[in-house]
């Protein structure tokens, strides 16, 4: 399940990117400006929005501590912002002059990865901004690292995954990966080890396929590719796509204008889409010129039976059920799940003074407002007035007004 928070109308074009650090979050769009947000609250911080490219900005992503921004746009050049002061700390001229398309960084800040329309990848190193190296391919639209920091996969619009190291040596290719070119990979955040190490990378393209596979890395150094599934459920293009940080959601965005996210296993669909590595946050940005942001239940306490939800658990429990008030009383009284299933309204009223009972809103409303203090049931004090709709009750008594 996912809520909407809020919806950030800034950008004057098209929202190309989206990104996440711990504390920050960033768009990129074809107005040429990124926009950087608390995500705390997502307000825009002093020095947004970055200005310094010519043409549109199609990528960017933070460095892992979250310290800089790096960008790539149409004007051929790969940028790194202070996300401190805003500034630019370096511009990187793509070989060739060619827009470049895409940019990724290795989780360990080594090295950045730029790709552009003319085919040039070109790998540099990021502590010295020095370019390593450079090869020609077909158009580069997609690119990410493992989390070994070792290999990176980069997707064409011709179709084409190939796999990388860091002497530019192709390890594999995946030739026709995405019928009508790939428009998005990336790497699963977690390595699975056994008798071979194992990656795991998502990929989506024109096809309107949103594609995983197995990547395994043998002693003898060589890798293998495996398809591992292939998600048929959007209607058009599927232009991005992305793991949380515990490798345990895929999140989707597509041109059909919905959003899917799997439980490493469901899916979301739009342009861009990105994970908040710290909290339970998805941004979509999208062509009609907005970025929303969305939370994720809580997946953890929503898979465990009531009897076996902690204290905290009912804390959360109580809060989304928009009960605040009644957190601390909880807590005072150690109330778990098995605690909370065994609550009677004789126990709400004598002992935590919760009255428990269903009134018209209009007469307790009324009973409130004259100052009453105590339950009109019980004649007990009320520690909170905070009342919650019984829609259980409401439910049975339209069911009955229909059936009569």
Not at 153 to 167: A, F, K
Not at 176 to 193: E, K, M, R
Request: with cysteine; proline share 3%.
């Amino acid at each position: 399940m996912t809520s909407l928070i809020c919806t950030l109308q800034d950008h004057r074009d098209d929202v190309n990117w989206c990104a996440f650090s711990g504390k920050l979050f960033a768009t990129c769009s074809g107005d040429k400006t990124l926009r950087i947000y608390n995500t705390c609250d997502f307000s825009e911080l002093p020095f947004s929005p970055l200005s310094g490219h010519g043409y549109g900005v199609h990528c960017c992503c933070f460095s892992t501590c979250g310290q800089f921004l790096i960008s790539c746009s149409t004007d051929a050049t790969t940028m790194v912002w202070s996300t401190v002061t805003g500034e630019i700390e370096a511009v990187l001229e793509h070989p060739g002059r060619s827009p470049v398309r895409i940019c990724a960084l290795s989780p360990d800040s080594a090295h950045l990865v730029s790709g552009a329309s003319d085919g040039t990848l070109a790998l540099w190193d990021f502590p010295s901004k020095q370019l390593t190296g450079a090869v020609s391919d077909t158009t580069m639209v997609a690119c990410s690292f493992s989390p070994c920091s070792q290999v990176f996969m980069s997707g064409s619009s011709y179709g084409d995954l190939r796999l990388w190291d860091l002497d530019m040596n192709q390890l594999l290719a995946e030739k026709n990966a995405h019928d009508l070119g790939v428009t998005c990979c990336i790497f699963a955040p977690n390595i699975l080890s056994g008798q071979v190490v194992q990656f795991r990378l998502a990929s989506c393209g024109q096809d309107s396929h949103l594609k995983i596979w197995a990547i395994n890395k043998f002693s003898s150094g060589g890798y293998k590719m495996q398809l591992l599934h292939t998600l048929t459920g959007q209607s058009a293009p599927v232009l991005s796509c992305a793991y949380s940080s515990d490798g345990q959601l895929l999140v989707s965005g597509s041109v059909d204008k919905t959003v899917t996210v799997y439980d490493t296993c469901y899916f979301l669909y739009v342009t861009a889409c990105s994970f908040s590595p710290t909290l339970p946050l998805i941004a979509t940005g999208s062509m009609d010129k907005t970025v929303n942001i969305w939370r994720l239940e809580d997946r953890c306490r929503s898979k465990l039976l009531v009897s076996d939800w902690s204290e905290g658990d009912v804390s959360a429990w109580l809060v989304d059920e928009n009960l605040e008030g009644l957190v601390d009383k909880f807590r005072a009284n150690n109330i778990d799940g098995t605690e909370l299933l065994s609550l009677t309204k004789e126990t709400l009223a004598s002992e935590l003074h919760i009255d428990g009972y269903s009134y018209e809103r209009e007469a307790i409303d009324s009973w409130i407002n004259q100052k009453n203090r105590s339950s009109p049931m019980t004649n007990l004090p009320l520690l909170t007035t905070l009342l919650t709709p019984n829609h259980t009750l409401k439910m049975a008594i339209g069911r009955w007004k229909t059936s009569h």
